[in-house]
Each structure stands twice: as C-alpha cells, then as structure tokens.
C-alpha cells in the first residue's frame, strides 16, 4: 500500500500513535552483514547507556528502581521494551545508536511493524521517527493533578545516578 503523509497519520491513529512522527524514505534493499548481531548487541548497550538523559520518558515507563537502573546502565532491557531502527536495516538503515529508539514492545512496536509491513510494495515508505530516543505516546505522558509517583521516585533515582558518576 502506497501511503500519503496524511494517510499514513492516519493509519497510525487507527494503531493508537496518533503523535508518532514518520519520515518520508525510498527504501534501499540491501543485505545485512553477517555479523550484524554482534554489532547490534555491543550497540544496544551503548544506547542503553545513553538513555541518561531521557529519565523523564522512562518515567512513564513505570518501570521499578532496579529496571530503571539495569536499563541505563545498559545491562538489561525492562520487559515489555524493545529497541527499533528508525529504518530497518534491510531497507539500507545503518546499524549505529542514531539509528535506534526505545518503545512498548505491545502495542507499539508490534503496531509499528504492522504499519511498515502495510507498506511493502510502496516505492516510498512513511517510517516511524519519534523527536526522542524514547517513543511514549502522549495518552501515557499526561499525568494528572496528583503527581506522578513513578516520575518522582525515578527523579531521586536519576539524581543518585547523577552524583555517582560525578565521583569517578
């Protein structure tokens, strides 16, 4: 299926990610390295370990302190997490941390693949490509008058964090 900006909104709407951003791309076939996966592991730590400085989308992740801490330590992934390429390597994407965002595995990323699948005989595809390396969609983000506790607790979390690295 050949989509539109427009219609590829609202496709995405109709999966729930009416405030996931796409990007216009002419997909570029090409083989994936042999050793892909081997990269990709030593990357995904590294991403991991970047997400220093999103404690505000983990936040709504409502992930528990030791998640949290496994996550930006780049030691395990939270389950129900995945990490995406913004374009899939088989379509010519570059296997390095720019590449890369963090989503729900349900219902995001398995909605997310549904939507590229959709458009396989397209000739130019619309790709998901959230502003920040965490995708939470905004019905997730909205709090409310009372707080967040979830976004509290990983506030003193991310301070600790914070000072211990300023220590070494």
């Known amino acids: 299926m050949q989509f539109n900006q427009d219609s590829a909104m609202a496709r995405l ?3 729930g ?3 996931m951003p796409v ?5 570029k076939r090409s083989c994936v390295d042999k050793d892909w996966f081997k990269t990709y592991s030593m990357l995904r730590h590294e991403f991991m370990s970047s997400l220093t400085d999103s404690f505000e989308e983990i936040a709504f ?3 528990s302190q030791d998640e949290f801490m496994n996550l930006i330590m780049g030691k395990q992934m ?3 997490t995945s990490i995406r390429f913004r374009i899939p390597l088989t379509l010519g994407g570059e296997l390095s ?3 890369m965002f963090m989503c729900l595995t349900f219902p995001h990323s398995q909605n997310l693949d549904r939507f590229i699948i959709e458009q396989s005989d397209a000739t130019k595809l619309f790709l998901p ?4 390396k965490i995708y939470v969609t905004t019905h997730l983000a909205g709090g409310g ?3 967040n506790a979830t976004s509290d607790r990983l506030s003193v979390s991310a301070m600790n964090f914070a000072g211990g690295r300023g220590n070494e």
């Open 23 to 27: 990007m216009e791309y002419t997909p």
């Open 145 to 147: 008058d009372g707080g």
């Open 78 to 80: 939270p389950e129900n």
């Open 13 to 15: 709407s109709s999966l």
């Open 129 to 132: 490509n959230p502003e920040k």
């Open 97 to 99: 941390v720019d590449n």
């Open 17 to 19: 990610m009416d405030d």
């Open 61 to 63: 992740m409502n992930l």
